[in-house]
C-alpha cells in the first residue's frame, strides 16, 4: 500500500501540476481532432453545393482512383497487383505491371495528367515483356493488348503502339492449331502454346473468342493483317459449327472446332458473346461486318430462349444450359448482358428494339438486387433461383466486379434515366463503405459478414472506377458512336472496316462468313 500512501500525501502543487499537464495534452489531441475534422469536412466539401450532383459523384469516383493508384504506387509500384492487407505487390500476370497498363487510360480519361506521365515513363522505360512466363492469350490480350491500344488512341503516342505490337507478335503463335481455334497459354518468350491440364486440352469458348477487336484494331493502326486474319480465323472455324440457337459450349476443340459443356453467359462464355456484337460495331456497322452481327442476332434468340423469371418478385434471370438441362443458376459476370443487349437493341427493327431493351432493363433491375440483397449491398459471385424464394446467394465473395456497373452505365447513355445512375451511386457507396482501407481498396470474401480478401484487382481501377466515372459524365466523353469498348472497359476508336488493310487493289470478301446458314477530354468535358 506504500504506493497509495505516496499518492494520498502528493503534494498539492505537484499534483496540481501534474493535472495541467494533463488538461494541455488533452486539449492538444483535442485540437488535433478538431483538424482532422476539419479536413475531412472540407476534403467532403470541396465541391461547391451549387455544383451539378453529377460532377460532384464524378469527382468522389476520381478521388477512389487516386487513392487506389496512390497506394499502388506507393506499395506495389512495377508488380502485377496491389496486396493492400500486407501492402505489398504480386505479379500474378508474370510481371507485366498489369494494373499500370489496365490504368493508362483511366487516369487519362479522368485528368490525372502527373500519374499518367509517371506510368507513361515505366511504359518506355522499364516494361519489357520477354519472360519465360506461360501467360493466358486471353488475360494478356484483354488488359495489355487492349490497354496499350486504347492509350495510344487517346494519346497518339507511338510508344504505346509499338509495345502493343510487341506483346501481340508474341501471342499469335497461339492460333496456330488446325482449326484457327487458338490455345488459351502461350510463354511469352519462346511462344510455346497449349491448352490448361484441367480442360483436358480443350480451349475456352470466351478465352477464343475475345481477341478480335484487339488484333482487328492492331492491324488497323498498324497497317499489317496478320493480326486481323488470325483472330478471324476462329471466328470462322465457330461459324462452321455454329448451333441453329446461336448457343455455344464452353470447351471447344482447338483441332475441329467443335464444342461441348455447360452453355452459359457467365464465366468461361460470356464475352464471346459481347465480342460478336462489338465487332460488328468497331467495323463501322458496315456490310463487311454484318456477318457478325447475324451470328449475334442468332445467339440473342439462344439468350432469349434461357430467361425465365422468379417467383414470387419476377426477377429476369438467364439460366445455364448442359444438353437440354437448365440451372436456375446466374453469375455476376452474366450481369454484363443488360449492356450488351441494349447497345445492340438499335440494329433491330422498332418494335424488336422495343423488346430486346425492355428485357436489358429486367435484366439490370435483376442485378441491381443482388447487391441489394445482401448485407453489404455488394453483390455475391453468382446466385440461385429457386420457386417461391426469389434469389439466394451461392458464392459469396466479391472481387470488385465491374459488370453490374458497366450495364448501368450503357443503360444510362442509351435511355436517359437516371434512376441507373442512382443504382451506380449507392454501388459505389458500398465499395466506399466496406472496401476501401488506408492502403487501397479490397475485395470480400464474404458479401454477408464484410470479410475483406487481400488483393486489389487491376479491373477495379480498369472497369469498375472507369464506368462509375463515365455514368456522371456527359455523353460526350467517349461517346459511344466513336468508340467501342474491349471487354477490359478499354475504349478503342472506331475506323471504317478495311479488309484489304495491306493496300492490294484485290477486292476481299467479307472475312467471316455464315455458311448459307438462315440465322473527359476525349470528345467532350
Known amino acids: 500500500m506504500h504506493w497509495l500512501w505516496e499518492l494520498c500525501t502528493f503534494n498539492m502543487p505537484a499534483r496540481n501540476k501534474f493535472h495541467t499537464n494533463m488538461q494541455f495534452e488533452v486539449s492538444k489531441l483535442n485540437d488535433e481532432v478538431r483538424r482532422l475534422?476539419?479536413?475531412?469536412?472540407?476534403?467532403?466539401?470541396?465541391?461547391?453545393?451549387?455544383?451539378?450532383?453529377?460532377?460532384?459523384?464524378?469527382?468522389?469516383?476520381?478521388?477512389?482512383?487516386?487513392?487506389?493508384?496512390?497506394?499502388?504506387?506507393?506499395?506495389?509500384?512495377?508488380?502485377?497487383?496491389?496486396?493492400?492487407?500486407?501492402?505489398?505487390?504480386?505479379?500474378?500476370?508474370?510481371?507485366?505491371?498489369?494494373?499500370?497498363?489496365?490504368?493508362?487510360?483511366?487516369?487519362?480519361?479522368?485528368?490525372?495528367?502527373?500519374?499518367?506521365?509517371?506510368?507513361?515513363?515505366?511504359?518506355?522505360?522499364?516494361?519489357?515483356?520477354?519472360?519465360?512466363?506461360?501467360?493466358?492469350?486471353?488475360?494478356?490480350?484483354?488488359?495489355?493488348?487492349?490497354?496499350?491500344l486504347s492509350t495510344y488512341d487517346l494519346s497518339g503516342d507511338n510508344i504505346f503502339l509499338e509495345k502493343a505490337r510487341d506483346i501481340a507478335d508474341r501471342l499469335l503463335p497461339?492460333?496456330?492449331?488446325?482449326?484457327?481455334?487458338?490455345?488459351?497459354?502461350?510463354?511469352?518468350?519462346?511462344?510455346?502454346?497449349?491448352?490448361?491440364?484441367?480442360?483436358?486440352?480443350?480451349?475456352?469458348?470466351?478465352?477464343?473468342?475475345?481477341?478480335?477487336?484487339?488484333?482487328?484494331?492492331?492491324?488497323?493502326?498498324?497497317?499489317?493483317p496478320k493480326y486481323q486474319e488470325k483472330v478471324e480465323k476462329a471466328i470462322v472455324a465457330l461459324n462452321k459449327t455454329f448451333p441453329a440457337d446461336g448457343l455455344v459450349p464452353i470447351y471447344v476443340n482447338p483441332n475441329d472446332g467443335t464444342a461441348y459443356g455447360t452453355i452459359t453467359f457467365g464465366a468461361m462464355g460470356d464475352s464471346f458473346y459481347e465480342y460478336l456484337l462489338k465487332a460488328w460495331i468497331q467495323g463501322n456497322k458496315t456490310s463487311s461486318v454484318k456477318p457478325y452481327r447475324d451470328m449475334w442476332e442468332t445467339s440473342m434468340k439462344g439468350l432469349v430462349s434461357l430467361i425465365r423469371r422468379s417467383s414470387p418478385s419476377s426477377f429476369a434471370y438467364i439460366c445455364e444450359k448442359t444438353r437440354e438441362t437448365l440451372t436456375d443458376k446466374m453469375d455476376e459476370l452474366a450481369c454484363f448482358a443488360p449492356g450488351m443487349l441494349a447497345l445492340g437493341s438499335s440494329g433491330y427493327g422498332k418494335v424488336e428494339a422495343k423488346k430486346i431493351l425492355s428485357l436489358a432493363e429486367e435484366l439490370a433491375w435483376t442485378c441491381y438486387n443482388f447487391y441489394q440483397s445482401t448485407q453489404t449491398k455488394l453483390a455475391g459471385e453468382n446466385y440461385l433461383f429457386n420457386p417461391g424464394r426469389d434469389m439466394s446467394i451461392g458464392t459469396t465473395w466479391n472481387i470488385l466486379r465491374p459488370e453490374t456497373v458497366e450495364s448501368l452505365f450503357y443503360l444510362w447513355r442509351l435511355t436517359g434515366n437516371v434512376t441507373y445512375q442512382e443504382w451506380g451511386w449507392n454501388i459505389f457507396q458500398a465499395f466506399e463503405k466496406n472496401c476501401r482501407i488506408?492502403?487501397?481498396?479490397?475485395?470480400?470474401?464474404?458479401?454477408?459478414?464484410?470479410?475483406?480478401?487481400?488483393?486489389?484487382?487491376?479491373?477495379?481501377?480498369?472497369?469498375?472506377?472507369?464506368?462509375?466515372?463515365?455514368?456522371?459524365?456527359?455523353?460526350?466523353?467517349?461517346?459511344?458512336?466513336?468508340?467501342?469498348?474491349?471487354?477490359?472497359?478499354?475504349?478503342?476508336?472506331?475506323?471504317?472496316?478495311?479488309?484489304?488493310?495491306?493496300?492490294?487493289?484485290?477486292?476481299?470478301?467479307?472475312?467471316?462468313?455464315?455458311?448459307?446458314?438462315?440465322t473527359g477530354r476525349f470528345g467532350g468535358n
Open 438 to 518: 488506408e492502403s487501397g481498396y479490397v475485395g470480400l470474401t464474404d458479401v454477408n459478414l464484410a470479410l475483406k480478401d487481400n488483393k486489389m484487382q487491376t479491373f477495379f481501377l480498369a472497369e469498375t472506377l472507369k464506368y462509375l466515372y463515365l455514368l456522371f459524365s456527359p455523353p460526350t466523353v467517349i461517346p459511344l458512336d466513336e468508340w467501342v469498348f474491349n471487354t477490359e472497359a478499354h475504349p478503342l476508336r472506331i475506323v471504317n472496316r478495311n479488309d484489304d488493310i495491306a493496300g492490294s487493289e484485290r477486292q476481299h470478301k467479307p472475312t467471316v462468313g455464315l455458311q448459307g446458314r438462315k
Open 37 to 148: 475534422q476539419n479536413m475531412l469536412e472540407e476534403f467532403t466539401n470541396r465541391v461547391p453545393a451549387n455544383v451539378p450532383i453529377e460532377m460532384q459523384r464524378r469527382e468522389k469516383v476520381k478521388e477512389a482512383m487516386i487513392h487506389a493508384w496512390s497506394a499502388y504506387e506507393k506499395y506495389a509500384w512495377g508488380n502485377d497487383e496491389l496486396l493492400p492487407q500486407t501492402q505489398s505487390g504480386e505479379n500474378s500476370f508474370g510481371g507485366l505491371g498489369a494494373t499500370i497498363i489496365d490504368s493508362l487510360d483511366t487516369l487519362l480519361i479522368m485528368g490525372l495528367d502527373e500519374q499518367f506521365q509517371k506510368a507513361r515513363e515505366w511504359v518506355a522505360n522499364t516494361l519489357d515483356f520477354n519472360k519465360t512466363y506461360d501467360a493466358s492469350v486471353f488475360e494478356t490480350t484483354i488488359r495489355v493488348v487492349g490497354g496499350l
Open 174 to 224: 497461339a492460333w496456330d492449331t488446325p482449326s484457327g481455334i487458338p490455345y488459351n497459354i502461350i510463354n511469352l518468350a519462346h511462344g510455346n502454346a497449349h491448352n490448361p491440364g484441367w480442360t483436358g486440352g480443350d480451349s475456352i469458348l470466351a478465352d477464343s473468342g475475345t481477341e478480335q477487336l484487339e488484333f482487328i484494331a492492331l492491324s488497323q493502326r498498324t497497317g499489317d
